[in-house]
């Protein structure tokens, strides 16, 4: 079992700049791609941006330019450097991770609970 913990969410101006990270800790044997998805009222759930354990990239075209992610492979942590944040960056972002389970030979996906991003015009 795998239990990712997300923090760093708050309320922040049009703007301005956020940082999230997400540490994944448990009975972990290989943690492969994370990433990061948002999820505003009355929307559905979005990604934002996923890393690979080998540091490749993927971000939505929204955020582009805009927000980085990073992870550290030592600490099964990944992170999302948010800057320029505008109102409709506003959600819960949540965390995931996919976790190589030998046994099954196969990935489970794993969820953090989220955490609120308010973006204030």
């Known amino acids: 079992q795998v239990r990712l913990v997300e923090s760093g969410g708050g309320l922040v101006q049009a703007g301005g700049s956020l940082g999230l990270s997400c540490a994944a800790s448990?009975?972990?044997?290989?943690?492969?791609?994370m990433g990061w998805y948002r999820q505003a009222p009355g929307a559905q759930r979005d990604l934002v941006a996923t890393v690979t354990r080998g540091g490749n990239t993927n971000y939505a075209d929204s955020v582009k330019g805009r927000f980085t992610i990073s992870r550290d492979n030592a600490k099964n942590t990944v992170y999302l450097q948010m800057n320029s944040l505008k109102p409709e960056d506003t959600a819960v972002y949540s965390c995931?991770?996919?976790?190589?389970?030998?046994?099954?030979?196969?990935?489970?996906?794993?969820w953090g609970q989220g955490t609120q991003v308010t973006v204030s015009s």
């Open positions: 995931n991770a996919d976790h190589f389970e030998p046994w099954r030979r196969a990935s489970t996906t794993y």
């Open positions: 448990g009975s972990i044997v290989r943690i492969d791609t």
